[in-house]
């Protein structure tokens, strides 16, 4: 596949970490891990939004299927116009009126008409509607002050779609607008690939459910389960939490060996370090084919990312902090997810935004930095979050973030920054 030089499998043996890769070349590696195939399933209509198509779809009916008006007026043959000003209108019999959604129930002759709404299907032999506007309703007679050429203000058959047409093509994420195009074709069947399914789970003894009213002492609320799950499913994919496991060698082992057998990617929060207390790389050694393609990368906040693959399974191991471990998921697995989804990169949402005050960061690592927009004289502006990886409310104070080089220890007021929402 071309993966990262020096990964390093397990043949048995106790794995060695790969050295701090550069945020460039972790976000290369994943770029080249070939899509999944999943397995494709039928879902109804109403479920098909955000869904990703597995086969073209043809249409089976022509959109419309009949000719219909185009606005409010009167149906007639064009030549019947011909000649017909202001000065000297012409005079035609009306034998019918027709609404949106009746059927026609006679046949134009020579210098007839038939009133037809927006919408409402064209007696035979019809082929151009008057506005109402140009017309004066005299009895049953229609007095015409401007003429016509065949086809004006008719819609017809096929115009939206042809039958036979391939109308979304595979690949194609299933957006409003196509859930509009297939409804007029009367397909309430979609074929869909299903989603990647992804097992969650955070790591430590620290950690409580919110299930628990009274926090003791030494306790803190899992966070990043709450917030990574919402994160992953805003990407298109299934989230399979499976709760907290303790610092303890057979917990996180059980975890990890359920997380597998159930899901398509592993994600888990805390036990990245290469600290002895930190029991993640400990389990993975456990594995046989394991590879271990990254175990930290110069990124600020969350240097000890691991990323490992073991066959057609990926596990990510995410730090403990909630902002380092989101900054790193919305740099790395955000759009690594999305791709597998077939939802939009996360470019596709960005804005570009001045900034506002001189903003430093640490040369030789990528930072994620916690941005506030603030609008000045009508101008929005950049201002950096002055809190840590280690504030919980980092992020909640935060209308997004930027992402700065390694090589980048300034960066002056008045430069224009991408800026990612959350």
Do not use: W
Not at 102 to 114: F, I, M, S, T
Not at 231 to 259: C, H, P, W
Not at 268 to 286: A, F, M, R
């Amino acid at each position: 596949m071309g993966l990262h030089d020096g990964f390093i499998k397990n043949g048995g043996k106790t794995l060695k970490f790969l050295k701090t890769i550069r945020v460039a070349e972790f976000k290369n590696l994943l770029d080249q891990i070939p899509r999944p195939n999943f397995k494709e399933e039928i879902v109804s209509l109403e479920e098909s939004y955000n869904r990703t198509l597995s086969r073209d779809i043809k249409s089976k009916i022509n959109v419309p299927h009949f000719r219909k008006s185009r606005m409010d007026g009167y149906a007639v043959q064009a030549k019947d116009t011909f000649g017909a000003e202001e000065d000297n209108p012409i005079s035609v019999e009306l034998i019918e009126i027709i609404q949106a959604g009746d059927e026609p129930k006679r046949k134009l002759g020579k210098n007839q008409c038939a009133y037809v709404a927006t919408g409402a299907a064209l007696p035979e032999n019809a082929d151009s509607v008057v506005m109402v506007e140009f017309t004066e309703k005299k009895g049953d007679k229609i007095e015409i002050y401007k003429a016509v050429a065949p086809g004006t203000n008719v819609v017809n058959i096929g115009h939206d779609v042809k039958m036979g047409d391939i109308i979304i093509k595979k690949g194609s994420l299933i957006d409003l607008a196509t859930i509009g195009i297939l409804a007029s074709c009367g397909i309430k069947e979609i074929p869909v690939f299903k989603k990647p399914v992804i097992a969650l789970f955070s790591t430590g003894n620290e950690l409580i459910t919110h299930d628990t009213s009274i926090l003791p002492v030494g306790k803190i609320y899992d966070i990043n389960s709450i917030v990574l799950k919402q994160a992953i499913e805003n990407t298109g994919a299934v989230v399979n939490y499976l709760g907290i496991a303790r610092d303890s060698f057979d917990d996180l082992k059980q975890k990890m060996d359920l997380a597998l057998s159930q899901s398509d990617i592993v994600i888990l929060s805390g036990g990245t370090s290469k600290g002895e207390g930190d029991l993640g790389p400990k389990v993975l050694e456990q594995y046989r084919d394991i590879e271990i393609l990254v175990h930290g990368v110069r990124i600020k906040p969350g240097k000890p990312i691991i990323f490992t693959k073991l066959k057609e399974k990926i596990i990510f191991i995410l730090p403990g902090f909630p902002t380092s471990a989101l900054s790193c998921f919305y740099i790395f697995i955000d759009d690594f997810l999305r791709r597998f989804s077939g939802f939009p990169l996360r470019k596709k949402f960005s804005v570009k935004i001045e900034v506002g005050e001189r903003i430093y960061s640490t040369l030789g690592r990528h930072e994620f930095k916690a941005i506030k927009i603030k609008e000045e004289g009508g101008v929005k502006k950049i201002y950096p979050v002055k809190t840590g990886s280690e504030a919980i409310s980092t992020i909640f104070q935060a209308d997004g973030y930027i992402e700065i080089e390694e090589l980048e220890e300034i960066i002056e007021k008045g430069d224009i920054r991408e800026v990612h929402s959350f």
